[in-house]
């Protein structure tokens, strides 16, 4: 199975300020149709994931465009331009390239 | 609006099964996949599977598919995921969510509210 990990785990920010979530697989996960299957999903306290960006780098419908992810191959990131107080929550990276789909371990967003 | 309903939340016994379902609306049901996940206590985000909402088609991911069985019911827009043998270490929110079979990756844009299942004797 391909392995997930995030950095960090914990991540304080300050609204207004930007911030930065790491994600890494042990295998690349650029498919030969040119895409990163490689998702962002936010869980906010109580709710269900709600998608974020998708094949890498596309922006869900109805996600703010201070959210952003990048990356190619086995480095992903993604990355909150300014802060605000209701992105708090777990955000989890999952890799739909090989099954079975896998999740990263989430890093944790809280306001400082 | 697009929406997944899920059913109410159970609670079994060790070696019971339990079925839960995934009431879909909002959009056409056969032009979508509908996958399930589990997130259990203290536990990353685990992927069971996915079903083709057109033909039925199933993928189970290897941790589970020796006890666990998706079906749909397309006159219903309907999900369902089925899990036997269940023991302690199943107890969890069990989610389903939609991806459209058309295009690439198989991102999930529309997640239902989860089903808690407590197993406990």
């Known amino acids: 199975d391909i392995v997930m990990t995030q950095s960090p785990l914990s991540l304080p920010v300050t609204p207004g300020e930007p911030a930065s979530i790491s994600c890494r697989s042990s295998?690349?996960?650029?498919?030969?149709?040119?895409?990163?299957?490689l998702d962002w999903y936010l869980q906010k306290s109580g709710q269900s994931p709600q998608l974020l960006i998708y094949?890498?780098?596309n922006r869900a419908s109805g996600v703010p465009d201070r959210f952003s992810g990048s990356g190619s191959g086995t480095d992903f990131t993604l990355e909150i331009s300014r802060v605000e107080a209701e992105d708090v929550g777990v955000y989890f990276c999952i890799q739909t390239l090989h099954t079975p789909f896998t999740f990263g371990p989430g890093t944790k967003v809280d306001i400082k | 609006q697009v929406q997944l309903v899920q059913s109410g939340a159970e609670v079994k016994k060790p070696g019971a099964s339990v079925k839960v379902s995934c009431k879909a609306s909002?959009?056409?049901?056969?032009?979508?996949?509908i996958h399930w996940v589990r997130q259990a206590p203290g536990q990353r985000l685990e992927w069971m599977g996915r079903i083709n909402a057109a033909n039925g088609n199933t993928r189970y991911s290897h941790k589970f598919q020796d006890r666990v069985s998706f079906t749909r019911d397309t006159s219903a827009s309907t999900a369902y995921m089925e899990l036997s043998s269940l023991r302690s270490e199943d107890t969890a929110i069990f989610f389903c969510?939609?991806?459209?079979?058309?295009?690439?990756?198989?991102?999930?844009?529309?997640w239902g509210r989860g089903t808690t299942v407590t197993v406990s004797s």
């Open positions: 295998q690349s996960l650029l498919n030969s149709n040119g895409y990163n299957y």
């Open positions: 094949l890498g780098s």
């Open positions: 969510a939609r991806n459209n079979l058309e295009g690439a990756g198989y991102y999930m844009d529309v």
């Open positions: 909002g959009y056409t049901f056969t032009t979508y996949a």
